[in-house]
């Protein structure tokens, strides 16, 4: 008995590196999005924190990953930067960069989803 | 003595004499970078008529920007090969990559309209460069 949990525990230490992490992913993620309809309270309480904000919080940004599986949309927080003291950002994870630019009555005026690795 | 020997001899005693060979690889970009920055990005911002909403909206959120928003960069990391070196690296267990940094560093005027836009191409070993942005 103890043997059989001693290579249980074993398999579970070797292979627990091995898991990949899970994202949920969501086709619809961002069907909300409507030029000149979608204000920006809506965009944050759908979407959460940007990753990014700009000229006074006109432009938005966000980070998105993409699961080819059910060709859904999952959220990615702007991470360290490698731990490796550079000033620049990295795109682990991510796919897209959703970028959304308000107007003064911050209604969404126009957006981007921009391709940012292959 | 025959051209195709002199040539390996010519290689052999650089590469003893200067301590290291360059050794190509199939270009990938490092993990985590940004792959959406080509020479072709340059010519997608014009100086005069695209503003910090165009350049976002082409290129997506910018990698680095100063605190008044006026200066911003978008950077990419590839390996392009590695570098054996002699003595030290004697197995070549240890081979250091040799990247390539790209920097398109965007500069804004007071109204948020682009007045200037270069890319700075870098070849390094694993320290990041300066962006040359200043």
Redesign the interface.
């Known amino acids: 008995m103890r043997v059989k949990i001693s290579v249980i525990l074993l398999f579970v230490l070797v292979f627990a590196g091995c898991a990949t992490e899970q994202f949920d992913a969501h086709p619809d993620l961002l069907n909300f999005l409507s030029d000149g309809k979608t204000t920006k309270q809506e965009a944050v309480l759908k979407l959460g924190q940007p990753?990014?904000s700009?000229?006074a919080e006109?432009?938005l940004?966000y980070?998105l990953g993409f699961d080819p599986k059910n060709k859904g949309y999952y959220l990615v927080e702007r991470?360290p930067d490698?731990g490796?003291d550079?000033?620049?950002?990295?795109?682990?994870n991510t796919k897209?960069?959703l970028?959304l630019?308000f107007d003064v009555q911050n209604v969404l005026r126009?957006?981007?989803l921009?391709?940012?690795?292959? | 003595m025959k051209p195709a020997l002199l040539a390996m001899l010519a290689v052999i005693i650089t590469s003893l004499t200067s301590g290291c060979v360059f050794i190509p690889t199939p270009h990938y970009y490092a993990m985590g970078s940004r792959e959406n920055l080509t020479a072709q990005s340059t010519n997608l911002i014009q100086p005069g008529r695209d503003t910090i909403e165009n350049v976002m909206l082409k290129l997506g959120e910018p990698d680095a920007i100063s605190p008044d928003e006026r200066r911003m960069t978008y950077a990419s990391e590839k390996a392009i090969g590695e570098l054996f070196l002699f003595m030290v690296d004697p197995d070549g267990s240890k081979l250091p990559a040799v990247l390539q940094y790209q920097f398109l560093n965007i500069v804004l005027d007071k109204n948020g309209v682009v007045t200037n836009r270069f890319l700075v191409k870098q070849i390094s070993f694993g320290n990041l460069p300066d962006s040359g942005m200043h």
């Open positions: 990753s990014g700009f000229e006109k432009i940004t980070r991470g490698m490796l550079r000033a620049y950002s990295t795109w682990l897209f960069s970028v630019i126009e957006h981007s921009v391709e940012v690795t292959k």
